[in-house]
């Protein structure tokens, strides 16, 4: 079981940062997946970002990369994405998600992670 908890989202204008928190708790034994979804009205949701918590190693979906930076602290179970340049079109839901598996370096389907927090609003103005 994992419990995971964002934070962080807020409105900014074109341009602006944001940093978005995920805490997870509920598990001991492994090191899991952690991926960035978001979801805008009237869209599908898609995958943004992952890092495997067990070495860091991260993947971004080509619309956030060089603008979107994951890291980690481990000693807080907490994941971070830090957003620069924001634009109007990041405008979503994020969520944070767990699998207890590796990642792979491609962009994360939402099928495949079964931990999920309740999500953080993220408003880009133009």
């Known amino acids: 079981q994992a419990h995971l908890v964002e934070s962080g989202g807020g409105s900014v204008q074109a341009g602006g940062s944001l940093r978005l928190s995920c805490v997870a708790s509920g598990y001991t034994y492994s090191s899991p997946c952690m991926g960035w979804f978001r979801q805008a009205p009237g869209k599908e949701r898609e995958g943004v970002a992952t890092?495997?918590?067990?070495?860091?190693?991260?993947y971004y979906a080509d619309s956030v990369k060089g603008r979107f930076t994951l890291s980690q602290d481990n000693a807080k179970n907490t994941v971070y994405l830090q957003m620069n340049s924001l634009k109007p079109e990041d405008t979503a839901m994020y969520y944070c998600a767990a699998k207890f598996h590796l990642c792979g370096l491609r962009t994360p389907r939402q099928t495949d992670f079964g931990y999920w927090g309740q999500g953080t609003q993220v408003t880009v103005s133009s």
């Open positions: 890092i495997y918590t067990g070495d860091g190693s991260t």
